[in-house]
């Protein structure tokens, strides 16, 4: 497969789970909005711009605000997360590159595919934060999760299973492992600052991953922080678990054929199985969870940029030609 | 729907209706089924079409406009018949044209015996922008310089005549099959009755002939499309056309010559290109021999071609054959390479390079459509009757500083086809572009991008000056 083309697979795989990520996280916080304390509610923002990386636009998520503030605070926060054109991260943009992408590689994926993209993408270039605040913002974001998961099943039932799907597939893996880890980093720090928060609010966290079952039936309904991070993080049945993205982000890379070059190709799966292992092996034994967190942000990062050595920016001074 | 108030001139011949106002015989189902439909009916078939379009994101960039990076070309739902028999006659017509073509350009690359013989002056051909010295001397495999040819037709009460030859990177083929499947399922049991030829296996034609043009000796040669990239306004049906013909879609960056062989950059390594498709103009083609800022095409590229590793199609410097001045000669080039007489005619065309066909054009500029010869796309054309005296001035002034970049032709009366406007049928006029493809023999399928002008009264069909589609059924014998 031609190497850009491969490439822009994999940037589509990365830029449509991270819109419906943050499609998730906000759905969940604007739910939050109607009835519950105004500490979680900043505790939330709090966690959705710490596991972004990025400051709210003014300055700071402050502490002691009334609801009223809150709330207008938070159509403020909502709006620069959501559609604002200047912060790459936003919904609209994710969403908007990953459909970008899809378009340059319309003869690589079917043409279900496309449609079903493109209409979503019709669909979302019409709104803005103001149109989608007056009502209930959380059918937004229910509807752009909903749109990306029927994409990902017209894709699972019609896209051939060549080398793109597979480059598509693993950008969603590591941009999904690469997001857990950066918000149960977010989380614990979060957690942190409000340390009379009950549970630290972790029942919104296993509703993002829908865990609640699972962890009901393995532990008990009073939550406790450490064990919904342990779940979250290494739960091999968990559909959305740390573990299981990097499990899939090593089985997809397994899947695919080998580059140019043998070494460039193996160091890379020597990564994914290494941090597979770290999840897998080395959580449960470790008490640093934020260490290990770290470490696996920093190797999915490694990962990226091995896979681009590897497959798509590779010297061509002395390549196997075929 | 009903076609009182159509409005039928005599000198403009109507696709569809006959002056008294009886259908064609050819068009009389389709006359009849567009009766039976009320407004609400066939406004939400039209509804349908647009919004497939849309749904689907078939696109047609406009430059310089910021708003229309994809604007949606719009496809009005009334199809367009044609006879068998008229078919028939273009068939014969255009692949007649496209062997005299490819012969002329053999000819003047090689010995330029057309020239010698005083047919064409030298000075047309060598003093053409879109010649290219670099090709002097080069053997095309199977002595085909243009594979892929789209040209535009025109009908007037006096019949079908050529507008113009598209011979560099006629684009619109992915508009024709895209019209045909929203309208034929928009109007299914009227297509079904109504006997249509398919288009629908255009991409195997392409491909077969791509195929055939690959160099010797590569079985299961490995064929690119070139395209400039997603920014061009044809980016909709190079995507369209890599999917039907199974080809890598690259640009510039992909490709790289190595030993005199073309490499495209893949997962697996490098992998060697046999058939370049390119859909990139010449100028930008290669910058070691063409312009040297490009970023679009490929070091190397010609020399690769030269040595036979690769083939590219169409070839370099076909340019010189679908020149606006060259066109005025291509009737003589049938006769001279063929010895047999033009099927299809050309529209009468002065060339501002002679005197008196300057003087000529410049003292009837507001009856004519003077046209630069470098340009397409309906781009630095000033329409006669359509202009102001101020831009009549302005236009006359850059023709005598340069008449040799111009040609003029008369405006023509180009046919009408209904179109549904605003819920009602209205003529508006069109043009068709088939598309002829050769390799070792020519193929056509029985179609073409049927353009038209969708602003009342205007003659330009052209998709970057707000012309639509429309479907052309070519009916069974």
């Known amino acids: 497969m031609l190497s850009r083309s491969a490439q822009g697979l994999y940037w589509m795989g990365r830029y449509l789970e991270r819109a419906q990520h943050l499609c998730r996280l906000l759905q969940l916080q604007v739910e939050a909005l109607v009835d519950r304390p105004v500490r979680e509610i900043h505790l939330g923002w709090s966690r959705i711009y710490g596991a972004l990386n990025r400051q709210p636009p003014f300055g700071g998520i402050q502490f002691d605000r009334r609801d ?19 912060n790459p991260d936003s919904v609209w943009n994710c969403f908007a590159l990953g459909r970008e992408n899809a378009r340059q590689m319309r003869h690589r994926i079917s043409a279900e595919m496309w449609i079903c993209l493109n209409l979503a993408y019709l669909r979302i270039q019409k709104l803005n934060i103001e149109n989608i605040w007056k009502t209930s913002p959380e059918n937004f974001y229910a509807e752009t999760v909903e749109d990306i998961h029927t994409f990902a099943g017209v894709a699972a039932t019609t896209m051939y299973r060549d080398e793109g799907w597979h480059f598509m597939q693993l950008g969603h893996s590591i941009e999904r492992a690469q997001h857990s880890a950066a918000l149960f980093l977010s989380q614990i720090a979060t957690a942190r600052l409000y ?29 406790q922080p450490h064990q919904v991070l342990d779940l979250l993080a290494t739960d091999p049945l968990l559909p959305n678990s740390l573990c299981r993205s990097l499990d899939s982000a090593a089985a997809e890379l397994a899947a695919i054929p080998q580059g140019p070059s043998a070494t460039g190709s193996a160091a890379a799966s020597r ?52 | 729907m009903e076609f009182a108030a159509y409005d039928l001139d ?50 047609f960039t406009v430059y310089g406009d910021a708003e229309a990076n994809e604007r949606i070309i719009p496809v009005d739902c009334l199809p367009r018949i044609l006879p068998a028999d008229e078919w028939k006659h273009l068939e014969i017509g255009l692949t007649q044209r496209l062997a005299a073509l490819n012969r002329f350009l053999d000819d003047v690359y090689g010995e330029a015996r057309i020239i010698g013989d005083g047919v064409i002056p030298a000075d047309v051909v060598r003093g053409c922008p879109q010649y290219r010295s670099e090709m002097c001397g080069v053997s095309v495999p199977h002595g085909t310089w243009v594979a892929v040819c789209g040209t535009d037709l025109v009908r007037t009460n006096q019949g079908f005549q050529v507008l113009e030859d598209n011979l560099r990177v006629p684009s619109g083929v992915s508009y024709m099959i895209a019209n045909r499947k929203v309208v034929k399922t928009s109007l299914r049991r009227l297509y079904r009755s109504s006997r249509v030829r398919g288009v629908e296996h255009y991409g195997r ?26 920014y061009n306004s044809a980016f909709y049906e190079h995507m369209f056309l890599a999917r039907e013909i199974g080809a890598e879609l690259v640009e510039g960056r ?28 010449d100028d930008f083609l290669d910058p070691l021999v063409f312009r040297e800022d490009s970023l679009l095409g490929v070091p190397g590229l010609i020399h690769a071609y030269k040595l036979g590793n690769v083939a590219v199609v169409n070839a370099p410097g076909t340019g010189i054959a679908d020149d606006k001045s060259v066109y005025a000669y291509v009737p003589d080039m049938i006769r001279y390479y063929l010895g047999e007489e033009p099927i299809l005619g050309n529209v009468q065309t002065h060339l501002c390079r002679r005197p008196e066909e300057l003087e000529y054009t410049l003292d009837n500029l507001e009856n004519l459509v003077v046209k630069r010869v470098g340009e397409s796309g309906g781009y630095g054309m000033l329409v006669g009757p359509h202009s102001t005296p101020e831009e009549r001035d302005t236009y006359a002034k850059q023709v005598r500083a340069n008449p040799a970049d111009f040609i003029s032709q008369p405006v023509l009366p180009l046919s009408r086809a209904p179109c549904l406007i605003e819920g009602r049928p209205e003529p508006r006029h069109v043009d068709l572009r088939p598309f002829v493809l050769h390799g070792t023999r020519t193929r056509l399928v029985p179609g073409a991008f049927c353009r038209v002008a969708l602003r009342r009264g205007s003659l330009v069909v052209n998709s970057s000056q707000g012309g639509g589609g429309k479907d052309l059924w070519v009916l069974e014998a």
């Open chain 1, 68 to 86: 009223n503030y809150t709330l207008a605070d938070s159509y403020t926060l909502a709006g620069d997360l959501t559609f604002e054109r200047s």
């Open chain 1, 195 to 223: 340390r009379d928060s009950p549970d630290g609010d972790c029942t919104a966290l296993l509703r993002l991953y829908h865990a609640f079952d699972a962890y009901d039936r393995k532990h008990s309904v009073e939550i």
């Open chain 1, 271 to 322: 990564l994914a199985g290494r941090v597979q292992a770290l999840i897998r092996h080395e959580w449960p034994d470790r008490e640093d969870r934020e260490a290990m967190l770290r470490q696996i942000g920093e190797h999915c990062r490694s990962l990226h940029d091995q896979i681009m050595a590897a497959y798509i920016d590779y010297s061509v001074e002395a390549p196997p030609v075929h």
């Open chain 2, 10 to 59: 005599d000198g403009i011949y109507d696709e569809m209706l006959q002056p008294n106002g009886e259908p064609r015989e050819h068009s009389r189902l389709l006359y009849e089924t567009l009766c039976r439909l009320s407004s609400e009916e066939i406004g939400n078939i039209q509804e349908r079409v647009t919004r497939s379009f849309s749904n689907e994101g078939i696109s």
């Open chain 2, 205 to 230: 034609l392409l491909q077969e002939t791509l195929r055939e043009l690959s160099p010797s000796g590569r079985k299961d040669p490995c064929i690119a499309l070139l395209t400039p990239g997603v």
């Open chain 2, 254 to 281: 992909d490709l790289l010559v190595n030993g005199g062989f073309v490499y495209m950059r893949t997962t697996t390594g490098l992998r060697r290109v046999d058939v370049v498709y390119r859909r990139v103009d």
